[in-house]
């Protein structure tokens, strides 16, 4: 496996960066600039060996630009092309757009979130228990009441966290039920209360390193090479396990 | 709905008997000694209003004389019998044809855990995700590691829990991941921890009172009454809800 | 022991009662009728038997009549009784005054919160280490930053709690650094949170029951009839263990 | 600072190398020949700067030879000793003795954990609370039972882990009141249980990073420097904060 990093000096960036290496896995930083010219471009991509795969952690900018380049590479290069893994959120339509139009040739993965911990809790509030409602679901018709309190940092800018939103959305909570404490250093603390008379449910996740986001990036990308897939969006919970 | 309770002076049982009083829910008592013979209890029952519920929170011997009584009535009195919830566990396999056997006449529950909480714990280990896989299976293939502690009052005899084995069984772990901390008047807590590099997933669960195993093992015989289903072994999922 | 019980129509009034039933603890309820004339006060007490303690959950206003009626009682009377335990709050100065003037004549308790856990925790905040700071004062200057959280039923009205307010401000934590969670039923949760990079320690306070603010009123007055103290006011923590 | 490393290629030991490259802090990796012949050693050290500190993070053996061999040093080279901080632990009563004998001459620190929050934890159940008491002795007062439970990752291979023993300890906890939970790749959780009727207070500790016991010794050695104590066996609650 060949991984071309695009946002390898960013803060999630470099950590990928130091793990690949530690890896001994060959990696590629792809400079910003050399996205601002087509020949640059072409030429990198040129020199790049078999079984490459593309992991963007830069800016929806970035990943503009990125897929436009990746579109007017010709098909000998789009060949060594494994998969691109996209991890920027925020992307505009037309951005979305362009992302889904390169997918017809390239496998693509979108993922708004490293945390593979971040991810079971996900796929927890949305799996079908025996009787086909969601965990969620179960939990309203059991009589529980649901309310999410997320802990991060103090130099944090934004509460709730995106991840609380994310869970929330996905527990059907609206976000004033999410609760923001901000302390010392946290790095992302998650809990979902299920509580009723004389009886609490909790689920928590608590990501301890930022290193957890990397080592989950790698892993996205190790999978797809080895499963080879076709063209298209991949799933990411095919690609995560 | 009209209750009758069998193992009312128990501890569980009076629990359930003084919450019966307390929401004005009419209950019949049955005493040990009435189990003993035909007459007594064909007396008993043949005094019993429309809609009547039988809750059966005593020891395996009792529900045994409480099928095999059952089982004489007269198809008059057991048209009044809306159903059986049994709570007793650890039933004989001549115990367990006995219940089948009579489950073909009357609606018949078994409820081995009364807490609304502790089933919904369950039925998330079990739940299946988008890629098919249920909830404890997605984190192993995740690279999550499982442990189970509980904790209970020092008072408790047996460890680990019957509730953690039963969880623990759900969850695919070996007993001996289960480790027990016994501390004051803890009434419960099951911790599921899902561990990996970085980050942690807990699910908890906990007991705060007493009191909600009564109000769980009322709820599934309102429901039965509610819903009054066809004889046969009722699916606890579909009545605790 | 004799209690005499005013406010035992109240949500903790009736649990005390309760309780002091449960333990055979010899109860006189004090009407709030009683209290409007001093006819009817000086009767109800000079049937008291010996040994009598006055424990008051009602409002300050009931504080208030109370401390003014017992002012007027003879002396006779006055020597049965052993103390006054006021659970109010919120006190005006003038109510503060009446108060401390009849604490010359009768010990008095002031206590805003019966649960030894919260008296725990906020002992464990002001206890002096071995090089002579408090708790939190060592714990800033090993570089922890401090943040409380509290969780409590949807239907509190209050935010943040009187108890998190009262846990900051021994830990000297400024009240925006307290965080709101409401979900559920809970009686209440208090976690103080001290966190640096890569570790973090915990104290936190569950209540599961409110039964445990009544056990906790009826300890200190055992506690003040065991010690027979002298006329004053009375330090909680010397009667709370 | 300059600091003389001695146990550099030991899993905290590199952790410590690292942070001290990564603060620009001059450091001398003391290698294990070195200490073999006396000649050796003093060469070692009559190349080293003013204001140098040792940082033993060896094992008891490393511990001995080190003490043996400073002990023989020329008062020029001891007066550049600013002091010792020695974090091995098991030491015999023959190494404590000449640990002893050379603190006379140098300061020396012994610490059993560079964490700052497990030292904290230990601080509060030894603190002094106003009537008196430690924390523990008021907590048993109170009616509180204690238990401790610690979780590790699955290759520990003792149980129960060296700081709960140590926080039993001080808490006076028999050590068959402490559980062990194995788990994934836990660095360290610490949960002491203060429970009795319808209440639990917890304290926690958790490890997040290896990193912070590299970041605790550091620290040490800084304040060692900054507060220039005189010889003898020096506090470690005096140069943790």
Redesign the interface.
Known sequence: MNIVLLGSNGRLGSLIHNQLNAENIPTFALAKEILATKKDFQNFFSNLPENAIILDVSLPTGTEHLIEQVKQLNSEIKNKLKGIVIGTTGHTNAQQEKIKDLSKEIPICLVSNF???V???D??L??????GM??CE??H???????L?E?H??QKKDAPSGTAVSLANTANLPLE?I?????????GEHTL?????????????????R??FA?GAIQICKNIIAKSPNAGLL?K??F??
């Open positions: 945390s593979k911990g991810f079971l809790f796929q927890i949305n799996a079908k228990t025996s009787n969601t965990v179960l939990a018709s059991l009589g529980f009441d649901l309310a309190n802990i940092h103090t039920r609760s923001s404490t901000r302390v010392g250093n946290v790095i209360y299920f509580s009723q008379d004389s009886e609490m449910l909790e689920i928590k996740h608590s990501a301890h390193s290193k957890l080592l799933a919970e095919e995560f396990t």
